[in-house]
């Protein structure tokens, strides 16, 4: 029995020093799977879109920055991730759709929570805004994470790349560089 607790421990004791040696991942993909993609019958746009005030909740996959390159879609038609072997967590995201709702073209279109849950355990959360406008980066605060994100509190960019084949939002997301040197220099001291 001594034994078993003393392996459970020391076990336990090794995870969290490899977590804490991990290093993070300061930018990847995420591709939106479609057929996660919920809004609320109303308020809708003329377009059946949905319109401003209109809540959502959604979920995808995170891969490694650059996998959606060159419109490159990450999600199949049944949901499932495009490249299964590069999935690096799950993105979960919920809000409220502003402005021009889903026909927004420019501008604020979403005011959103998002939660990236990486296959370490570790996690990130974000609140903010988000652009409709493809290219163009926006910064949304980090409003908490664990594991080895847990130092983080600064901000990080995303940029939305546009839309997959079957209309879920693909993105890519970066943490500034200054707050990863902030974090490295936590663990080494």
């Given at each position: 029995?001594?034994?078993?607790?003393?392996?459970?421990?020391?076990?336990?004791?090794t995870s969290a020093l490899s977590?804490?040696?991990?290093?993070?991942i300061t930018?990847?993909?995420?591709?939106?799977?479609?057929?996660?993609?919920?809004?609320?019958p109303a308020p809708l746009l003329d377009s059946g879109m949905p319109a401003h005030g209109n809540p959502f909740v959604t979920q995808g996959y995170i891969y490694p920055a650059g996998t959606l390159m060159d419109g490159t879609d990450g999600v199949l038609e049944d949901g499932s991730p495009a490249f299964p072997d590069l999935v690096l967590g799950s993105w979960t995201c919920d809000g409220w759709f502003v402005g021009d709702g889903g026909?927004?073209?420019t501008g604020v279109w979403l005011v959103s929570r998002?939660?990236?849950q990486f296959n370490s355990g570790a996690v990130i959360v974000t609140q903010g805004t988000e652009l409709a406008d493809v290219g163009v980066?926006?910064?949304?605060?980090?409003?908490?994470s664990t594991g080895v994100y847990a130092p983080f509190d600064d901000a990080m960019e995303q940029t939305l790349l546009g839309f997959?084949?079957?209309?879920?939002?693909?993105?890519?997301?970066?943490?500034?560089?200054?707050?990863?040197?902030?974090?490295?220099?936590f663990y080494e001291d």
């Open positions: 029995m001594f034994k078993t607790i003393f392996l459970g421990s020391l076990l336990a004791l977590v804490k040696a991990a290093e993070p930018r990847f993909d995420v591709a939106e799977d479609h057929t996660r993609f919920a809004f609320a026909d927004a073209t998002q939660i990236m980066p926006n910064s949304r605060p980090i409003t908490a997959h084949s079957h209309m879920g939002v693909q993105a890519r997301f970066v943490i500034a560089e200054d707050d990863y040197e902030a974090q490295r220099r």
